[in-house]
């Protein structure tokens, strides 16, 4: 069965960084469009960066110059390196993958102290 696990979130302060991971398994990784999303209490799921099979990257205009999306194919797993946190970004932040009908990854929570 298709999986996706995120892994690496955790708290950081204000200023620094972090990077998360998604692992999946299940799908032909190298041929899946693969994005991280977050979502803040009270907010809308929103998608933060995205890299395409094609190997287009794409960023929402909040994260631009601060995120770094990459992925390993021969790992299928995708990163999203973060860097100049602010308390803003502070969100569960899920990986997806449009294989097949499209996948979630369970979510993995980042909190960034003030």
């Known amino acids: 069965q298709v999986q996706l696990v995120e892994s690496g979130g955790g708290l950081v302060q204000a200023g620094g960084s972090l990077r998360v991971s998604c692992a999946a398994s299940?799908?032909?990784?190298?041929?899946?469009?693969m994005g991280w999303y977050r979502q803040a209490p009270g907010k809308q799921r929103e998608l933060v960066a995205e890299?395409?099979?094609?190997?287009?990257?794409s960023y929402a205009d909040s994260v631009k110059g601060r995120f770094t999306i990459s992925r390993d194919n021969r790992k299928s797993t995708v990163y999203l390196q973060m860097d100049r946190l602010n308390a803003d970004d502070t969100a569960v932040y899920y990986c997806?993958?449009?294989w097949g009908g499209g996948y979630w990854g369970q979510g993995t929570q980042v909190t960034v102290s003030s």
């Open positions: 890299f395409t099979s094609g190997g287009t990257t």
């Open positions: 997806h993958s449009n």
């Open positions: 299940g799908i032909i990784f190298s041929m899946s469009t």
